[in-house]
């Protein structure tokens, strides 16, 4: 099954978004529209809020991440998302699968790239 134009990288990054908003709440906490911000500065895994806030809602109901209301010094109040205990461990578990995927892609892009 063939996929064309832009579904492959939104389809590869839907797969490593959920991982790289653990890895930076893994830093510390932030609120939605913060979360939102940082993964601009990586094009590759740039998202909308519209997309964020249902994978925060998501990794929340799975109790990975908890999140609490906090006073904001220039406006409105903001939910700030952190790790939950369980979302440090699915971090962790999440992070040693990507390295070794990451290894093992690497090897075969590199192959790919000396057979062509």
């Keep these: 099954m063939a996929v064309q134009g832009e579904a ?14 653990l890895a930076m709440l893994h830093t510390g906490e932030a609120y939605g ?4 911000d ?18 925060l ?13 906090q006073e904001s010094p220039v406006g409105p109040p903001r939910k ?7 979302g440090v461990q699915a971090f962790a578990s999440m992070t040693k699968v990507w390295a ?3 290894t093992d892609m690497d090897d075969l892009l590199g192959m790919s790239a000396t057979n062509d």
């Design 8 to 21: 492959i990288p939104s389809q590869l990054r839907k797969g490593v978004v959920e991982l790289a908003i």
């Design 33 to 36: 529209a913060e979360i939102v």
């Design 38 to 55: 940082r993964l601009c500065q990586y094009p590759g895994l740039a998202i909308s809020a519209g997309t964020a806030y249902p994978l």
């Design 57 to 69: 809602s998501r990794l929340k109901k799975a109790e990975l991440i908890t999140s609490e209301w």
């Design 80 to 86: 700030y998302y952190r790790l939950s205990a369980a």
């Design 100 to 102: 070794a995927m990451k």
